[in-house]
C-alpha cells in the first residue's frame, strides 16, 4: 500500500475543492486534491448544472475570466461555463498551483486520535492507501470527511419530517433555436394569459399537464443555460429541471430511486419540449448529467452556524470571508408545484425585513407536517449577508476546514453556501486559511477569522464589504411576478 504525507489534504474536486486547493498551492503548501471522478467541476461541469449563481469575486471570477478569453462562456442569465471545457481549465489551474491531483479516488475511512485527524483512507484502483497531511479540507459537499472524523453533523429539515431537499439531475439538449423560444416568450409575457402566471414555461407545462401529457409538474418553472459556443438559432442548452422529492439522500438506496426516477422524467421531457415550446421542436438529449444533483446533505457543525435570520436581515460579521446576495429560497422538499420555500416563521416581527402575520402559506402543501404560525418572514432585498470564517471550522475537530455546501448553516441558510459562486468563495477562503495555518503554526480553531478576510480583501479576492451597491439579486420573475410569487410561496 502506497501512502502519502501533505501538508495538506483537499477532499473533493468541485467548485470548494478546487478554489481551496488552487489558494494552498499558491501559497506554497504542499497539496493533494483527491476527486472520486475524472474531472473537476462538480454539478457545474459534471451534471449541467452550467449557470454560475451567486455573487462573482476572487477565485470564481478568476476562472469566469479565463474562460471567456477561450471562448468558453458566455452570459445567459448568469455567466456559463462550457461544461467539458470548464473541466479543463480548473484542471490547469489546480496544475499549475502544483498541486497533486488524485482521480478516480473516494475517501472511505479516516484514523483520528481525540479530534486530530491523523491520515484520511482513500481507495481507488491501486487499493486502499492512506494520505497523512497537516491541515485536512472537507470539501466533498456531503461532509464526509467530518463525518468520519468523529464531528457533529446535522441532515434534512425537522419541520419536513427529516427530508433532505430535492435532487436534481441536469442534462443537455442540443437542436434548440433560442431565438424562436425568446420571441414566443416575449409575445406570451403581453398577453392576458400571463396574468397570475409564474413564468412563459410554467404556463407550458400547465397545457401539458392538462392534455395529460405530464402527470403533475416536475418543478414550476425550467432553468435552461446556452452552452457557449453553439449558435442561437440550432443551440445546444443544459436543463436544470428534473427533480425527485422526498429525499433521504444519505440512504444510497433512496438516491439510487430518486436517479431512476429522474431519468424517466428526463425522456418525457424531452417529449414536453418539442411538443409544447416554440423553438425546442427538433430538440433531442444529448447528455445527463452523471451526479445525482445534490443539495443537502451532512451539514457540519462548526464554531457558528449561519442561521435563517442571518441570510434574511443581511448579517455581517468581523470575520466575514464571503457574501451572500441570493434570498432565502431552499428547495421544497416535498411539493413538486411551490418550487421554493421563500420564507421562514418567527414568533415575533423580525426588523429590518418584510413581516406578514401566519397564514398566507399555511395550505397543506407548503407545510405538510406542521402549521407554519407567528410571522412568515421575507428577505431584506437591499443589503447581502456574509458567511464568517467560524462556519467553516468544526466543532470538536482541530485539524479540518470545511468549505462548500458542509460549511456550518441551519437547512434553511444552505442557500448561501451551496450555490456555486460561494462554494467557490467559501473554498478560496479555506484555502487561504490553511496556508495561513501553516505559515503561523496555529490550527484552524486558533487562527483569527479577521486575519483571513484581512488576507482576501487586500488581495482584492473578497467583494469589498463596504460597498453600498451590492445588493441581494433579483430573479426576473420575482420583480415581474411578486404578488403571484407571494401567493404561491
Given at each position: ?405 458542509c460549511v456550518s448553516t441551519t437547512w434553511h441558510a444552505q442557500i448561501a453556501s451551496r450555490l456555486i459562486a460561494p462554494s467557490f468563495s467559501l ?63
Open positions: 500500500m502506497k501512502n502519502y504525507h501533505v501538508d495538506v489534504l483537499v477532499c473533493g474536486g468541485g467548485p470548494a475543492g478546487v478554489a481551496a486547493a488552487v489558494h494552498a498551492g499558491r501559497r506554497g503548501a504542499r497539496t493533494m486534491i483527491i476527486e472520486q471522478l475524472g474531472s473537476f467541476g462538480g454539478l457545474m461541469t459534471n451534471d449541467f448544472v452550467t449557470g454560475i449563481a451567486g455573487h462573482m469575486c476572487g477565485f470564481v471570477q478568476e476562472y469566469v475570466d479565463r474562460l471567456y478569453e477561450k471562448g468558453w462562456a458566455c452570459k445567459y442569465i448568469h455567466d456559463c461555463v462550457e461544461p467539458e471545457k470548464g473541466k479543463f481549465m480548473l484542471e490547469q489551474m489546480v496544475l499549475e498551483a502544483g498541486v497533486q491531483i488524485m482521480y478516480y479516488t473516494t475517501l472511505v475511512d479516516v484514523r483520528v486520535e481525540d479530534g486530530h485527524l491523523i491520515s484520511a483512507i482513500c481507495h481507488n484502483k491501486g487499493g486502499l492507501f492512506e494520505v497523512e497531511a497537516d491541515l485536512f479540507i472537507d470539501a466533498t459537499g456531503d461532509g464526509d470527511l467530518g463525518a468520519y472524523a468523529g464531528g457533529i453533523c446535522d441532515s434534512g429539515s425537522n419541520q419536513y419530517g427529516g427530508y433532505n431537499a430535492p435532487t436534481s439531475i441536469a442534462f443537455r439538449m442540443a437542436g434548440v433555436n433560442l431565438i424562436k423560444y425568446k420571441e414566443a416568450s416575449d409575445a406570451w409575457s403581453k398577453t392576458d394569459a400571463a396574468k397570475g402566471k409564474g413564468s412563459y414555461s410554467y404556463d407550458l407545462f400547465s397545457q401539458a399537464i392538462a392534455n395529460k401529457d405530464m402527470p403533475d409538474f416536475v418543478f414550476p418553472g425550467c432553468l435552461a443555460y446556452k452552452v457557449p459556443g453553439t449558435p442561437d438559432e440550432c443551440a445546444d442548452v443544459t436543463i436544470d429541471l428534473c427533480h425527485a422529492y422526498r429525499c433521504r439522500n444519505l440512504d444510497p438506496e433512496d438516491v439510487t430511486r430518486q436517479t431512476i426516477e429522474q431519468h424517466r422524467e428526463m425522456i418525457m421531457l424531452e417529449e414536453v419540449f418539442k411538443k409544447y415550446f416554440p423553438g425546442y421542436e427538433n430538440c433531442r438529449i444529448v447528455a445527463i448529467g452523471s451526479l445525482p444533483g445534490m443539495r443537502e446533505t451532512r451539514r457540519v457543525i462548526g464554531d457558528y452556524i449561519l442561521t435563517d435570520k442571518d441570510v434574511l436581515v443581511g448579517s455581517k460579521f468581523e470575520d466575514g470571508i464571503t457574501i451572500v446576495t441570493d434570498v432565502l429560497c431552499q428547495h421544497h422538499p416535498t411539493s413538486c408545484r411551490k418550487g421554493f420555500i421563500a420564507h421562514a416563521h418567527f414568533d415575533k416581527p423580525v426588523e429590518g425585513v418584510v413581516n406578514w402575520p401566519a397564514g398566507r402559506c399555511n395550505d397543506w402543501d407548503m407545510h405538510p407536517f406542521m402549521e407554519g404560525r407567528g410571522y412568515e418572514v421575507r428577505n431584506n432585498q437591499e443589503t447581502y449577508c456574509e458567511i464568517p470564517y467560524r462556519c467553516l471550522v468544526p466543532k470538536g475537530l482541530d485539524n479540518i476546514l470545511t468549505a462548500g455546501r473554498g478560496h477562503a479555506a484555502g487561504v486559511a490553511a496556508g495561513l495555518c501553516l505559515e503561523k503554526g496555529v490550527l484552524p480553531h486558533d487562527l483569527d477569522g479577521k486575519l483571513v478576510r484581512k488576507e482576501l480583501v487586500e488581495a482584492e479576492e473578497y467583494a469589498m464589504p463596504l460597498d453600498p451597491g451590492i445588493q441581494r439579486r433579483k430573479p426576473k420573475e420575482l420583480v415581474l411576478h411578486g404578488e403571484q410569487l407571494r401567493a404561491h410561496y
